[in-house]
């Protein structure tokens, strides 16, 4: 059966008291959590017949556990419709109050558990202010205008301690793992579809040692380390490409809606820090080079001119770590698993 995946703000998240449905102007803290949905129809559906709604009486359920709280299975349901404006970014669209049920059987779902949680069909990050007005109880949607975003909230370790990715800027000091703090020279970022091929990649919270729940594109190499890794390739610590890892527990592909990727790029490939998880930084090689719009390529080769001719150059001539291929990838998970 489908899965859906979105992200969701708890009212807590939103300031607003738990179990409340007001409107009015919020400042959102802390990072999204990713919600999924098992579904048959595409559909997100209320648990009552306002405005003409049809209603899931079947299905419906989260398919995994969520936000350290909610297990697998329990009933799910989108409530109420708010119209939302980001005042910080200016967009609008809508919000969708969600509810958590204490059961797992759809035709008797049992009350609502813990908090309210929100869903949006518009980026909304840590830090903006965002008012919700003419709210009403026609909730149902589809899953498809719900947003999932790599960038919101995404927390990379500073010298000013955890901040969102979105808030950084050439100049700021990231913590890398090899060299101390580091001086971030270029951010660049990109929304696409995500389809097939380029649906971003979940890492559950605790997979790889991340806080919270972790996106990142299918190419972007996550740092493993293993006395396996020791073993068969003579390094303690590796990169492998987030698309090697599925097939994990806690590890899967999101596809549908939207993805916002950031890069971040050094004087020499890093080790970063997201949501406490060690990856890599930016590495220009001529395939990432290319993928990017013009406007971003022109900036690095104003940056490193070196890259113009080779697509190389002296301090991008080795990557952080050694990077795996795919059946080295799989050799070490049949080796011993994912290391936590």
Not at 10 to 37: K, Y
Not at 117 to 122: E, K, Q, T, V
Not at 175 to 191: E, F, H, P, S, V
Not at 268 to 281: D, R, T
């Amino acid at each position: 059966m489908p899965v859906y995946s979105f992200s969701t703000y708890s009212n807590t998240d939103l300031g607003r008291p738990s179990g409340s449905i007001a409107t009015g102007t919020f400042t959102v803290s802390g990072p999204p959590s990713v919600m999924e949905v098992q579904d048959d129809d595409g559909i997100f559906d209320d648990e009552s017949p306002h405005g003409g709604q049809t209603l899931d009486t079947s299905q419906q359920v989260l398919s995994t556990n969520f936000d350290g709280i909610y297990s697998a299975g329990q009933v799910v349901r989108s409530v109420y419709r708010y119209e939302v404006t980001n005042n910080t970014t200016g967009e609008t669209g809508y919000a969708y109050l969600i509810r958590i049920h204490t059961g797992t059987d759809p035709s008797s779902p049992g009350g609502q558990d813990g908090d309210y949680y929100n869903a949006f069909s518009i980026d909304v990050s840590a830090g903006d202010s965002i008012t919700l007005s003419s709210g009403n109880y026609v909730g149902q949607t589809p899953f498809s205008n719900l947003v999932v975003c790599f960038t919101k909230g995404t927390g990379i370790l500073t010298d000013k301690g955890e901040r969102a990715v979105e808030s950084l800027q050439a100049g700021d000091m990231v913590a890398t793992r090899d060299n101390g703090y580091q001086q971030l020279r270029w951010i660049g970022k990109k929304t696409i579809v995500a389809n097939s091929d380029v649906a971003p990649i979940l890492f559950k919270q605790g997979v790889l040692g991340n806080h919270k729940d972790l996106l990142v594109s299918p190419n972007h190499r996550m740092m493993i380390e293993s006395a396996s890794a020791d073993l068969l390739f003579a390094e303690h610590e590796v990169l492998v490409p987030a698309k090697h890892l599925l097939g994990n527990s806690g590890i899967t592909k999101l596809v549908g809606g939207f993805v916002t990727y950031v890069h971040m790029l050094f004087d020499k490939h890093e080790i970063v820090f997201a949501n406490g998880s060690p990856s890599e930084s930016f590495y220009p090689g001529t395939e990432a080079l290319d993928a990017l719009e013009k406007p971003s390529k022109d900036e690095i080769l104003g940056l490193f001119p070196e890259l113009a001719g080779t697509g190389q150059s002296t301090a991008y001539a080795d990557t952080a770590r050694i990077c795996l291929k795919e059946y080295e990838a799989k050799v070490l998970m049949n080796f011993d698993g994912l290391p936590c």
